[in-house]
Every structure is written in structure tokens, then in C-alpha cells.
């Protein structure tokens, strides 16, 4: 874990010179006892689809809290949507029971996550932009 340590360490670090210019970051990856040299670029991409993967995680379980679903409910749902690794835990909602009683809304929020996982973030997200429509 401590390469996501530095990994984490590096993003806020962005988030704090990102503001007032570029600022000059190292970070040491190693893959499998090989070290693995990233472009500025590339750690830039990985950062944004963590930063945005999160977001939708946690905007989406506060949905579903909003809704009255407990917790362990709304976080599990949320997760086995956005993953399609299949059931969720708990008592109300899982591997035996039904979805049939969360609201509609609910259930047209983790069709679209199970979308947004199967098709990957930047792919709904470059679909859903106005750019991508237009015929220039």
C-alpha cells in the first residue's frame, strides 16, 4: 500500500500547486520489484479517473441515503453497480431478496452506473458533452 500512499500524497499535493502554477513532483512506482517511470500525463490521467470514480461513488451513495436507504445498503448497491460484480450486501437488499423496493429513481440511477462501469468514465463522459455532438 504505500505506493498508493505516495500516489495519494502526490494528488493532494496537485490540488495544492494547481492553483499557483505547475508545480515539480516525483513519484517512485514499482510494479512487480520493476520501477515504473510515468509521464506528468499519464500520472495526470490516473489521478483524474480516481478523483472522478470517487466522486461518482460518493455522490451516489448520498443519493441513495437521501432516499432512505441505509448506509451499508446505499455504499454495497453503489459499489456492485458501478463494478457489475453482481449482488449487493445486506439485510433489506441482497444476494436473496429484491430490489423492487427502492424507488424507481433509485433503480434508473444504478442502471446508469452499471452503464458508466461497463463502458468506463471518460467514455459516458465524452458522450454526455455537448462537443461530442456537434458537426465540426
Not at 36 to 53: K, P
Not at 95 to 111: A, E, Q, Y
Request: hydrophobic content about 45%; proline content about 3%.
Amino acid at each position: 500500500c504505500r505506493t498508493f500512499a505516495q500516489l495519494l500524497k502526490d494528488f493532494i499535493h496537485k490540488i495544492d500547486k494547481g492553483c499557483s502554477g505547475y508545480a515539480i513532483t516525483f513519484l517512485h512506482l514499482q510494479y512487480q520489484t520493476k520501477s515504473v517511470n510515468l509521464t506528468n500525463q499519464t500520472r495526470n490521467t490516473l489521478l483524474s479517473f480516481f478523483a472522478t470514480y470517487l466522486l461518482l461513488v460518493g455522490l451516489s451513495t448520498f443519493v441513495l441515503m437521501l432516499a432512505k436507504v441505509d448506509s451499508t445498503n446505499a455504499i454495497t448497491i453503489v459499489l456492485s453497480s458501478i463494478g457489475n460484480v453482481g449482488p449487493s450486501f445486506g439485510l433489506e437488499i441482497g444476494p436473496t431478496m429484491s430490489w423492487n423496493i427502492l424507488p424507481n429513481f433509485i433503480k434508473w440511477l444504478c442502471s446508469f452506473l452499471m452503464l458508466v462501469g461497463r463502458l468506463e468514465i471518460f467514455s459516458v463522459l465524452v458522450i454526455l458533452t455537448p462537443s461530442f455532438w456537434n458537426k465540426s
